[in-house]
């Protein structure tokens, strides 16, 4: 079946940039999703990318996508401590926008 | 605000018991979905409801049941069934208008649910 993974956890000085990275199996995807998880609270949209798309720039965030290589990255430019968090990258799977999440990926911001 | 509400925020549950979450949404989403959370793995999909009265098992239905009588809601009752129900639960919801990659899921805040 389908499947995403990503790298479980990434640390990072504030004020460096953080690049989060996710593979994913699914060659007939056609969103792709970032979402962020606090400590005890939801799941937060933070940006999608279309699949016929190899960039998407929101603010501080950057998402490419390498569709031959099914690899997709989340940069966050100037990371704060706010930014730490758990971040998720999801596939769209199938025709009732079922979504695959990877495991996440911890962020840790240090002075 | 719209938004979706999750309660109970912590749940324990006893030895045979059965026990349910809530999950409430004033967004006017036609989807829900539950998904159930263990440390150090992604979301796993429990059920989701495309429309009223009707329902799909997802990939770990078992131990679990549903109900989607009115749009808003979709309460997951945990059974005693299931063998291990520790862990966090998530709803999830999203419309059905546009195009599918303009409607992404919106998250409840969860409910955290242990064994006494």
């Known amino acids: 079946g389908e499947d995403v993974e990503q790298s479980l956890f990434l640390s990072v000085r504030e004020g460096d940039s953080s690049v989060i990275n996710c593979t994913y199996t699914?060659?007939?995807?056609?969103?792709l999703y970032w979402y962020k998880q606090e400590p005890g609270a939801g799941l937060q949209l933070l940006t999608y990318?279309?699949?016929?798309?190899d960039m998407k720039q929101d603010q501080r965030l950057t998402v490419l996508l390498n569709k031959k290589d099914k690899h997709l990255s989340l940069r966050i430019a100037d990371t704060q401590t706010g930014d730490s968090a758990i971040y998720f990258c999801?596939?769209?799977?199938?025709?009732?926008?079922?979504?695959?999440f990877g495991a996440g990926t911890r962020l840790a911001v240090h002075p | 605000d719209g938004g979706i509400t999750q309660s109970p925020k912590y749940l324990f549950r006893k030895e045979g018991q059965n026990v349910t979450l809530s999950c409430e949404q004033n967004?006017?989403?036609?989807?829900m979905y539950w998904y159930r959370q263990d440390p150090g793995q992604g979301l796993r999909l429990i059920y989701y409801?495309?429309?009223?009265?009707?329902?799909q098992k997802g990939d770990i239905a078992e131990g679990y049941s549903v109900s989607r009588e009115k749009k808003e809601s979709f309460p997951l009752t945990v059974t005693s069934a299931q063998k291990n129900p520790t862990a966090f639960y998530l709803c999830?919801?999203?419309?059905?208008?546009?195009?599918?990659?303009?409607?992404?899921?919106?998250f409840g805040d969860g409910t955290r649910l242990s064994i006494l």
């Open positions: 990318i279309f699949s016929n798309m």
């Open positions: 409801s495309q429309i009223v009265n009707d329902f």
């Open positions: 699914d060659s007939s995807s056609t969103y």
């Open positions: 999801a596939d769209i799977s199938g025709g009732y926008n079922k979504l695959i």
């Open positions: 967004l006017n989403h036609d989807a």
């Open positions: 999830a919801s999203r419309t059905s208008q546009g195009a599918i990659g303009n409607q992404p899921q919106h």
